[in-house]
């Protein structure tokens, strides 16, 4: 029987969603391996007893590469930039993220001063070459730098974006002696030299990483179907992946974004992805969901806004997701003052949590729910069993542990509930007004106190909520981007975009079309979704809508500016019809004592697989299931449907 495999490797499982052409669905949830993580796939798939068709990943590696974990060194890059330019990646803008702080450091450079040469080229701001490159001059530099031992280069001329015949003729020559070459009109053709730069810079340092790593995997796998999500919210192939990882850095949230839009396509939602590293919140409205064109990889995350300045600047698309360092095993801890504190930083797989029993010494958020009761004494289907006592005597370091537990547990809410008013208070929309998906091995535990927090009246735990990532790969359609930037007729240059997308891959369903657009004199652009026709008028009134509901004004004197138009085709892939498994048993197989209220309270605890279609459950109660466990609060009710539908009473 053949069978499609996602696979979600996150900072603490990987997760994998099995569905067989018949329709059945099997799970598999076990610990990343962050050295090799490869291999957890390899294992898992030589394991199976169906014909594997398809696998779809997502991964952390491009983000891993750039952090700086063990095992994965950035590889020797060079940086090829107009005369005159050679510090401009390290210069970047003005942005300070701590302005009084004397011993602030910038970010690790990616490419090191005696690598970033110099080209005597020029391009003017018209697009008008002042100075062609010398292929002579390139030839001689692309030697000098393999005899140093540089890997992979990226190439960044001024304005190449208006016209890139330099940056070609630099890459055909450096074809000759270099595998890996990025360059800025191919990877972020887009104004900004800084931001465009460091882009393609990342873009290089990733090429070598990422293409050995897919190459590799790819070839380990027994189907040649092999596809890669993207950070914004489509399926790539392998040779997209390999030429543009950087558009990897995000791929897994993104699953996430896409499940929730695929499961409830008519409802306003807020997603809320809470795994074992970060918790991660978004907003869908009716089936769509927001695009941003830059990110900082690599920065400081201050309550879930990332701090400008602090990491590299990607001008990619990415799902609008606010991020904040909040999961299951986020670190409970005491400053020098003894204020009681959680994160930044997390015990991760190796050696996670002190409740699981590899070697870890420091308490996390899953020890403090575990000593609550929220959590029974084993995950994932008894294969992962927690040892309660440790973790007792890991918080007891801290203080009182049940105090220590219940005080770290308000604090992680409050931190996720910034993260969700980020995404919706800050961008003019009132999260009372959404439903709340809860997802993610953590998400559920948490849900119903933002919910309280923030005012939300309906939380809904879809199916396989530990997995639905990894559910998110199979439900995500092919998604290609191609962009320009200054258009001089909107609508002509489109249809141009539209046209090199359609003779690349010969079939597309549909188009989306973005831009980036301000006012003239405006420094920053907003992101808008244009319909398939435009005219002055339509993008004017989109664009004011938008800029409303953000910054509460328009300026209806001021000419508006289209920066930079992009255009994402889509190629539907067959979507899988994924509902849940019910029983027949409406009985409790349980009860103990759960910290709620700040009170011990007798809750019922429930298996989910067990429990019959439209059952209604009144809080206080659990209900574990193999990837997740849902804690319901005293005047809440669960109902029992594909989802599990949680409502204030």
């Known amino acids: 029987m053949k069978c499609k495999i996602a696979v979600d490797i996150g900072g603490t499982f990987t997760d994998f969603i099995i569905l067989r052409e018949n329709g059945g669905v099997s799970t598999l949830k076990v610990l990343t391996n962050p050295k090799n993580p490869g291999e957890v796939i390899k294992n898992a798939v030589s394991s199976l007893d169906c014909e594997v068709d398809e696998v779809i990943h997502a991964t952390t590696l491009a983000t891993n590469t750039l952090l700086g974990q063990e095992n994965l060194s950035i590889p020797k890059t060079a940086l090829l930039i107009t005369k005159g330019f050679r510090d401009i990646i390290e210069i970047g803008r003005q942005n300070r993220p701590r302005l009084y702080d004397l ?19 020029r391009v003017n701001a018209n697009g008008n070459i002042i100075k062609s490159v010398n292929a002579e001059e390139i030839s001689k530099i692309s030697k000098e730098l393999s005899e140093k031992g540089v890997i992979s280069i990226a190439v960044s001329y001024l304005h190449s974006y208006l016209n890139p015949q330099n940056e070609l003729i630099t890459k055909q020559v450096l074809k000759d002696r270099f595998k890996y ?23 290089a340092a990733l090429m070598p990483i990422v293409s050995s790593y897919l190459e590799n995997l790819e070839h380990s796998l027994p189907t040649k179907n092999f596809y890669i999500m993207s950070s914004s919210g489509g399926i790539i192939d392998v040779e997209e992946a390999s030429k543009k990882p950087v558009q990897l850095i995000e791929s897994g949230p993104a699953a996430g974004v896409i ?5 409830l396509p008519n409802d306003s939602l807020i997603s809320f992805d809470m795994g074992g590293t970060t918790a991660k919140a978004g907003v869908i409205i009716n089936g769509a969901y927001e695009i941003t064109s830059e990110y900082e990889v690599g920065g400081e995350v201050h309550h879930g806004r990332v ?11 990415f799902i609008d997701l606010a991020e904040v360092s909040a999961g299951g095993g986020t670190i409970i801890w005491r400053d020098e003052a003894n204020a009681l504190k959680v994160g930044p930083i997390s015990a991760g797989a190796d050696p ?24 029974g004494d084993e995950l994932i289907g008894g294969n992962l069993r927690l040892n309660k006592e440790k973790a007792l005597q890991g918080l007891s370091k801290l203080g009182d542990p049940f105090e220590v537990s219940r005080n770290a547990l308000e604090l992680i809410n409050l931190e996720m509930a910034r993260a969700i008013r980020l995404v919706t208070v800050e961008r003019g929309l009132d999260p009372t007004s959404f439903s709340l998906i809860a997802f993610g091995g953590a998400g559920p535990q948490h849900a119903l106190y933002l919910a309280d927090e923030i005012g939300i009246k309906k939380v809904v735990v879809p199916p396989y909520p530990g997995l639905f990532s990894a559910l998110g790969l199979l ?8 962009r320009k930037s200054f258009p001089k007729d909107l609508e002509k240059e489109y249809k141009e975009l539209e046209k090199k997308l359609l003779e690349r891959l010969k079939q597309v369903d549909y188009f989306i079309r973005y831009a980036d657009i301000r006012y003239k ?6 992101t808008v979704q244009l319909p398939s026709e435009v005219n002055e008028e339509i993008v004017r009134k989109t664009f004011e809508e938008k800029h409303l509901s953000t910054y509460g004004f328009i300026m209806k004197d001021r000419e508006i500016e289209v920066v930079t138009i992009r255009v994402f085709a889509v190629r539907k892939r067959l979507i899988p019809k994924i509902s849940s498994k019910f029983g027949s048993d409406d009985k409790p197989v349980g ?4 910290m709620m209220e700040d009170d011990w309270i007798d809750a019922d605890v429930f298996v989910r697989e067990k429990l019959p279609k439209g059952l209604r459950i009144k809080g206080p109660a659990i209900i574990e299931e193999y990837s997740s466990t849902t804690v319901i609060k005293p005047e809440w009710n669960a109902i029992i449907d594909d989802s599990i539908i949680l409502v204030r009473e």
């Open 307 to 317: 701090v400008k300045g602090s990491g590299y600047p990607i001008r990619f698309p």
């Open 591 to 594: 009860r103990r004592k759960v």
């Open 181 to 203: 070459i990025s360059i800025s009109y191919e990877i972020a053709p887009e104004p900004r030299e800084y931001e465009r730069t460091s882009t393609t810079v990342i873009n």
């Open 521 to 526: 004199g405006q420094g920053w652009e907003l």
């Open 352 to 375: 996670g949590p002190i409740c699981y029993n590899k070697g870890g010494n420091k308490p996390t958020i899953t020890d403090a729910n575990l000593v609550l009761g929220k959590l």
């Open 475 to 482: 439900l995500a359609d092919w998604r290609f981007e191609i």
């Open 259 to 263: 499940a929730s839009a695929n499961f």
């Open 103 to 121: 011993y602030f450091e910038k970010p690790k450079q990616i490419v090191e001063r005696d690598l970033r040469i110099e080209v005597d080229e």
